[in-house]
Nanobody, 125 residues
């Protein structure tokens, strides 16, 4: 599966952005999908994920502010980001993990086989 992320930009603190990731491939619905981010000088970190069965997981730092969703008919995964903070500034990546049938939603970057290019999110104070 190939992934293409979009929707990043510059926003003031407290604002909102919606990231989208379009995927190719007929087995999209079999993948768990995740969003990760990497700030300058820091390691890539987990943000949110949604399983093939629509189970969701969020990093504590974004819980209650970000919402992940998927549309299998459109082969899209979205990340709605509200109440943005300057510390949310990073390059955001979407990724796919083939684990159809598994009851486990993995959140480690190493578990994800396919990655899109990043999209920059900058939150000004």
């Amino acid at each position: 599966v190939q992934l293409q992320a979009s929707g990043g930009g510059l926003v003031q603190a407290g604002g909102s952005l919606r990231l989208s990731c379009a995927a190719s491939g007929r087995t999209f619905s079999s993948y768990s999908l995740g969003w990760f981010r990497q700030a300058p000088g820091k390691e890539r970190e987990f943000v949110a994920a949604i399983s093939w069965s629509s189970m969701k997981s969020y990093a504590d730092s974004v819980k209650g502010r970000f919402t992940i969703s998927r549309d299998n008919t459109k082969r899209m995964v979205n990340l709605q980001m509200n109440s943005l903070k300057p510390e949310d500034t990073a390059v955001y990546y979407c990724a796919a993990d083939y684990n159809f049938g598994s009851a486990t939603l993995r959140v480690g970057p190493a578990s994800y086989e396919h990655w899109g290019q990043g999209t920059q999110v900058t939150v000004s104070s």
